[in-house]
């Protein structure tokens, strides 16, 4: 039996689904819209906040570095990759401030913690709840525009 020209592309596609190459099947081998929100939705969902900070950033870091074209997609996305990497950052400021303070109650057993000291922490936990502030003003923006992405990426 003979295809003629057609046998091939029929082997190269038959070599690329063999070896898993993925098709794009949408027009000019761009994503669908509907593809790019389950990615955007799935890297959301990956964000827990009880796994290890390194997991997290690193994570985070991945949905920010997720490319789309749809500008409502892209809106959702900062709006998430913000709220959570100024979790991260409250979180690191807050564990240094503690230990500058344990540091600082360390040098200093007896007695007050000199100002030029005490004021540098009281810096950090500043920085800390002006982090916490944003991520605090972002998630629940985040949160609403995750659920209506799951319905979306259906």
Known sequence: MTFGKDAG????VAAMILVGVPLLVSCGGKKSSRTEARELFDRISALDPDMPEATRRARVDDLAGLALREPELARTRDVCVTAHRGLLDAE?????ARRSLEAAERRHPDGPVPAAEAQQIADAIAASNRALEQAQQALPRCEAQSRELALRAR
């Open 9 to 12: 592309i029929l082997t190269v």
């Open 92 to 96: 690191t400021e807050q564990a240094r």
